[in-house]
């Protein structure tokens, strides 16, 4: 989608950090990270939000490649966070559907 920050990241139009890409997902560094891990999560794909998301598939597929970048990443033992946020009260500022995922200090519960 023409305007949208991630698409243009998915098709290499504009710069990131990608550390793991495959099976239409890409994951890269957070430009403002939150933790010593923080990475999004985003289908090649633009949907809008998880408002948007129709297909359980696709769904599934981000948790499991969330799950199999925290191993990678060595945040599978000691744990991690991912997180979800839709529309403006669940703090979605990018609307383009991503995961983050957090990592490498302890986690506050409940979130702000
Ligand atoms: P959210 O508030 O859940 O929509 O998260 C959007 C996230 O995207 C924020 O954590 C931003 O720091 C991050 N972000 C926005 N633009 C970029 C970019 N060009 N590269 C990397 N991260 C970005
Ligand atoms: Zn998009």
């Excluded at 990241?9 to 793991?20: D, F, L, S």
């Excluded at 969330?66 to 991690?80: C, F, I, N, P």
Aim: net charge neutral; aromatic share 6%; charged share 15%.
């Amino acid at each position: 989608m023409s305007g949208c920050v991630f698409c243009k990241i998915a098709a290499g139009e504009i710069p990131a950090q990608i550390v793991k890409q495959g099976n239409g997902m890409i994951a890269f560094a957070d430009m403002n990270p939150q933790a010593p891990t923080h990475l999004l999560i985003i289908p090649t794909i633009h949907i809008g939000s998880l408002n948007d998301a129709k297909d359980p598939q696709l769904l599934g597929g981000l948790l499991g490649f969330a799950r199999e970048l925290a191993k990678e990443q060595k945040l599978d033992t000691r744990g991690y966070r991912v997180v979800l946020n839709t529309n403006p009260d669940g703090g979605q500022t990018v609307f383009h559907l991503h995961l983050h995922l957090l990592g490498g200090r302890p986690m506050n519960w409940p979130p702000g």
